[in-house]
Each structure stands twice: as structure tokens, then as C-alpha cells.
């Protein structure tokens, strides 16, 4: 079960790195051909939405990232933010959707207590 808990937080690594370079893209792309357009409502709406969609990515790829860190870590707090990340993985079809369920899966198993202690009741250390 170690093995597929660290899958799992590999996963959502690269899942939040790519969601938040992502978010990061977007908006540069989006300003830049408001910019383009040298309109002020194009310029203002593009501007708009490459904000709107970046925030989005980024706050959608943050637990993800963190969790996986803490996760490999064997933290609780890990598992939590990964369990938080996955729930809202499920809505990025098909990708998202495949390392939500397989994250859920993995991290509702009840071997878990073997791989992060925290998620017993063992003391924290």
C-alpha cells in the first residue's frame, strides 16, 4: 500500500504543478491578445478572464501540490489536502477524474494507518 500512497502523491505533484503553470499560461496568453487587440474592451475583458481563469487553476492546483509534498512526507495533513484535491479532480474529465478516484481509493483504503501513522490515532510526532 506504501507504494501506491506514493503513486498517488507523484501524481498530484505533477497535477498541480501542471494546473498552476497552467493558470499561470492562461493569463499571459490572454493578456497578451488583449494587449494585441489595442482595444480597451477586449483588452479589459481578456484581462478579466485570464485573471478569473488563472486564480481557478492555481487554487485548484495548490492542495494538490502541497498535499503531495506532505503526503510523501507520511503528514495527515497530507492526506487530507490530497482527499480535498482529489474530490475536486473528479469534475476534470478524464484525467482529473481517473487520479481523483484512484486517489480516493488509495486514501480510503484501511491499510493507510501502515504508511501514515497520524491516520490511525497514533501519536503525532
Known amino acids: 500500500m ?17 494546473s498552476i503553470g497552467g493558470g499561470i499560461i492562461i493569463f499571459f496568453l490572454l493578456a497578451g ?3 494585441l487587440t489595442q482595444e480597451e474592451v477586449a483588452m479589459f475583458i481578456l484581462n478579466a478572464v485570464g485573471i478569473f481563469l488563472g486564480i481557478i487553476f492555481i487554487a485548484v492546483g495548490i492542495p494538490g501540490l502541497i498535499g503531495g509534498f506532505q503526503l ?3 503528514k495527515n495533513s497530507g492526506r487530507i489536502l490530497t482527499l480535498i484535491a482529489s474530490f475536486i479532480n473528479l469534475i476534470n474529465f478524464p484525467f482529473g477524474t481517473a487520479l481523483g478516484v484512484y486517489s480516493i481509493w488509495v486514501l480510503f483504503h484501511d491499510n493507510i494507518g ?11 510526532k
Open 114 to 124: 501502515e504508511t501514515i501513522p497520524q491516520a490511525k490515532g497514533a501519536p503525532i
Open 33 to 35: 491578445i488583449g494587449i
Open 2 to 18: 506504501e507504494q501506491h500512497v506514493k503513486i498517488v502523491a507523484i501524481l498530484n505533484i505533477i497535477n498541480g504543478i501542471l
Open 72 to 74: 510523501l512526507n507520511h
